[in-house]
């Protein structure tokens, strides 16, 4: 991972009984694999940063507070439920 690279944050559920967001991560490897082994985005690789937040809401703002302010991610990606979603979006900016 380097400067130019883009890094892309997650927080989800991965495991338990709402862990069915593993799918979700998968696929978007799955997909960022291929677009880097076609060169990436403008010469630029994708990595993912993923932290499981159990599908609550105060995980899941620490989780997004830790991708922005120490992973540095470029973007970020919540896919718990809509009350955690809102109050990390307020962190993202």
């Known amino acids: 991972m380097n400067a130019k690279d883009i890094k892309i944050?997650?927080?989800a559920a991965f495991k338990g009984p709402r862990g069915?967001?593993?799918?979700?991560?998968?696929?978007?490897?799955a997909y960022y694999a291929e677009v880097n082994q076609?060169?990436?985005?403008?010469?630029?690789?994708i990595s993912v940063v993923?932290?499981?937040?159990g599908y609550e809401p105060t995980p899941c703002i620490k989780n997004t507070i830790e991708l922005?302010?120490?992973d540095?991610?470029?973007s970020s990606r919540t896919t718990s439920d809509a009350?955690?979603?809102a109050r990390a979006?307020?962190?993202k900016r």
């Open 83 to 85: 009350h955690a979603h």
């Open 68 to 70: 922005v302010e120490k």
């Open 20 to 29: 069915a967001r593993i799918e979700l991560y998968r696929g978007a490897l």
């Open 89 to 91: 979006a307020v962190i």
């Open 72 to 74: 540095r991610s470029s």
């Open 9 to 11: 944050g997650m927080s």
């Open 50 to 53: 993923a932290l499981d937040d």
């Open 38 to 45: 076609r060169g990436g985005v403008h010469g630029r690789t």
